[in-house]
T-cell receptor, first 113, second 114 residues
Framework: KAGVTQTPRYLIKTRGQQVTLSCSPI?????VSWYQQTPGQGLQFLFE???????NKGNFPGRFSGRQFSNSRSEMNVSTLELGDSALYLC????????????FGEGSRLTVL | GESVGLHLPTLSVQEGDNSIINCAYS??????FIWYKQESGKGPQFIID?????DKRQGQRVTVLLNKTVKHLSLQIAATQPGDSAVYFC?????????????FGQGTILTVHP
């Protein structure tokens, strides 16, 4: 069974631009969560989606948004990029919402110049 | 200004030794705890979990201990192998019906020497 797939794996943007990251969960998994990982703040929760509904949102500014499609694939968008948005963005999926056994992808490494 | 990186705790052991990685949590409402392992260039990988109605749970070569009185969690790895070298994170969930929202600890770097 294929794992969680995130695209693109690496990208470079400049301040003020926007970026869209994509996540394809494991087949049959309906819950998708997003995390930001930085050396300074560690792993921080961004969003959680289940059946196209956002169930939880972390403490990030409104520039960070996401959505989930009917096939459980998810995207997150960051608008008006800042240098501090440089990070590894990780997507994780689970078959249901009542388990902390998240299956993570390898992440999208965003560099903002 | 420039952000300061986390200074992760480190643990260095010899192959075959037992390793103990510790984690303190602060949220008394947390009722579910998980350990993850992250190897370089990869996403975190689930190791083992424990709910607050338990104080010990064992897996293959790993044991998690939970002490709710002092809000402390530990991961014990038996007969540590070079392949166990990674960053280990504890994570907690503060209850409710959604477990995708986890609060991760800062992580511990485990280095296993052959």
């Amino acid at each position: 069974k294929a794992g969680v797939t995130q695209t693109p794996r690496y990208l470079i943007k400049t301040r003020g631009q926007q970026v869209t990251l994509s996540c394809s969960p494991i087949s049959g998994h309906r819950s998708v969560s997003w995390y930001q990982q930085t050396p300074g703040q560690g792993l921080q929760f961004l969003f959680e989606y289940f059946s196209e509904t956002q169930r939880n949102k972390g403490n990030f500014p409104g520039r960070f948004s996401g959505r989930q499609f009917s096939n459980s694939r998810s995207e997150m968008n960051v608008s008006t990029l800042e240098l501090g948005d440089s990070a590894l963005y990780l997507c994780a999926s689970t078959p249901t919402v009542n388990t902390g056994e998240l299956f993570f992808g390898e992440g999208s490494r965003l560099t903002v110049l | 200004g420039e952000s300061v990186g986390l200074h992760l705790p480190t643990l260095s052991v010899q192959e075959g030794d037992n390793s103990i990685i510790n984690c303190a949590y602060s949220n008394s409402a947390s009722d579910y705890f998980i350990w993850y392992k992250q190897e370089s260039g990869k996403g975190p990988q689930f190791i083992i979990d424990i709910r607050s109605n338990m104080d010990k749970r064992q897996g293959q070569r790993v044991t998690v201990l939970l002490n709710k009185t002092v809000k402390h969690l530990s991961l014990q790895i038996a007969a540590t192998q070079p392949g166990d070298s990674a960053v280990y994170f504890c994570a907690e969930n503060a209850g409710g019906t959604s477990y995708g929202k986890l609060t991760f600890g800062q992580g511990t770097i485990l280095t296993v020497h052959p």
